[in-house]
């Protein structure tokens, strides 16, 4: 699981060109319809919360995810992904 969530957010970070509001559509594809991590309501209260904390979205969603996911160490291994 560690290694998806490495592998899931350091292609996004190096294929998709925009920032992190443009990764959006591409996260939702990979953790609800791929991954299926979360539902559709849960992908969307993720963006909610990401997007009201400062800094980044695509950093901020990588933490979180991670942290869901894994706890403190796949927050880690997500967010340097």
Do not use: H
Not at 3 to 14: D, H, I, P, R
Not at 43 to 72: E, H, S, W
Request: aromatic letters at 12%; glycine letters at 12%; one cysteine or more.
């Amino acid at each position: 699981m560690l290694l998806e969530l490495f592998v899931v957010f350091f292609k996004l970070g190096a294929f998709t060109i925009g920032g992190g509001i443009a990764m959006i559509p591409i996260l939702r594809t990979a953790m609800v319809e791929d991954k299926k991590w979360f539902t559709d309501d849960e992908m969307v209260d993720i963006i909610a919360i990401c997007q009201g904390l400062p800094g980044v979205i695509a950093v901020n969603m990588a933490t979180y995810v991670g942290f869901r996911k894994r706890g403190f160490l796949g927050s880690l291994v997500a967010t340097f992904g």
